[in-house]
């Protein structure tokens, strides 16, 4: 079993940045792919990143991409989603989750507003 935990959302202006994280507890996170998630209001949920468990290979969903940054520190435990240039259009829930394809884990979640 895996734990997640989210942190690092809140409000930001448009045109501005964000780091979010994740920290994980149970078994070490290195044992999973792991990514992030985001459910806009009304809508969804749809992909954002995910990283390999090494790390070396990363994937980006077509919105985020040139923007957004996954990253991952298997010594500590932790999962990140660097955000910048954030368009209110990036406003949501979003989600830490580990080992696809099934996305078994998941976090609470952890709310990005961004305002234009």
């Known amino acids: 079993q895996v734990h997640l935990e989210e942190s690092g959302g809140g409000l930001v202006q448009a045109g501005g940045s964000l780091r979010l994280s994740c920290a994980g507890t149970?078994?070490?996170?290195?044992?999973?792919?792991m990514g992030w998630w985001r459910q806009p209001p009304g809508q969804v949920r749809e992909f954002v990143a995910s990283i390999s468990k090494s790390g070396e290979h990363t994937w980006y969903g077509d919105p985020v991409k040139g923007r957004f940054s996954i990253s991952r520190d298997n010594a500590e435990n932790t999962l990140s989603l660097q955000m910048n240039n954030l368009k209110p259009e990036d406003t949501a829930v979003y989600y830490c989750?580990?080992?696809?394809?099934?996305?078994?884990?998941w976090g609470q979640g952890t709310q990005v507003t961004v305002s234009s």
């Open positions: 989750a580990a080992d696809p394809p099934a996305w078994d884990y």
């Open positions: 149970g078994r070490a996170l290195r044992n999973f792919d």
